[in-house]
């Protein structure tokens, strides 16, 4: 369940409350943020913000937002974490605080730690079943995984079996709309200039863009490509000329993702019976609206797509490695 702390911000916002130093025995914690609440704007600047009439204030509030909305990434793996904190504008006052959480929320990951988090826009990258998702489960729109390589198609399905059950361990992932498989993740460096940066990632922190159908994302990093670090460019051009819609290799690996959500979905949801399995994974047990329960869980199971991600870090992220 997401934590409601909108009443009771003030007490908890400082998400280094949360992390005790002093048991972080093999975690190599980096703070790459002062997390105190940061400086609003002097009110000497414009004295009479407060005389505006409600709605005005707010639609300035949203405004002021922006420079938030862009997607953003929480990754969780068994080498780190990445999460973020809540957005300094929540800090300033009631209102700023209201029309922050209006799309965002303060969430407890598996591993204990909080991140700031907007299910409508933002992506989680999930690496691991050594944490879970905790809080995020239930609210999860776009989930990235690894590709896993060098799996028979029985291997590839048990493996993805375990990794999804990890989700309905956590809670019920109802509002999962898409799985984005990454066959590659590549984060901005030093060897990046600042107008591929600004060119690529605009206000956002990450683009993922669903290979094997058309996406606005693709034609942007196509229009990008030109100032894209070399490197980075050759595999681009690597990836994209992949026919992943025609691609037997791929057909085969996402049918078998989609194989072991439905039969996950199905064996932590209390419609089919134990003794009726063998029947729901052979398509034989039947709706009551009509055609097979396997049908009914894959016509709401999420969409599967091959992705490429570009990722870049803001200053802002609280990173905690493990070792």
Known sequence: MRVDLQD??????????????????????QIHTDLKPKTATAPSSFPKFNSLPPYIRRMIWKLAMDEENGARYVALDSRLSICRPVPALAHVCRMSRSVAFEKGGVFELGDGSITWFRPDTDFVYWDSVKFNLGELTSSVQNLIMPLVENCS??????????????????????????????VEWTTASNIWSEMAISQLFGSSRIVAPALDQFDPLIDHVDGTSLVLPGTIDNMWKQYRAIPFDTSVAW??????????????????????????????????????????????????????????VFARMDGDEIIMTFT
Do not use: C
Not at 8 to 29: A, F, P, R, Y
Not at 155 to 175: A, H, I, K, M
């Open 251 to 308: 057909r085969t690996y996402a049918g078998e993702a989609l194989r072991a959500w439905i039969h996950t979905a199905a064996w932590f949801s209390d419609l089919i019976g134990e003794d009726q399995f063998e029947d729901f994974e052979n398509e034989r047990l039947m709706h009551p609206d009509g055609g097979s329960w396997w049908d009914w869980f894959a016509d709401r199971a999420p969409s599967i797509f091959p992705t490429l």
């Open 153 to 182: 198609s029985g291997q590839l399905f048990d493996r993805l079996s375990e990794t999804f059950e990890e989700l309905f361990v956590s809670d019920d992932p109802s509002r999962l709309e898409n799985i984005f498989i990454s």
């Open 8 to 29: 009771e911000l003030d007490e908890v916002m400082s998400l280094d409350d949360h992390i005790d130093l002093g048991q972080q025995t093999d975690i190599d914690l």
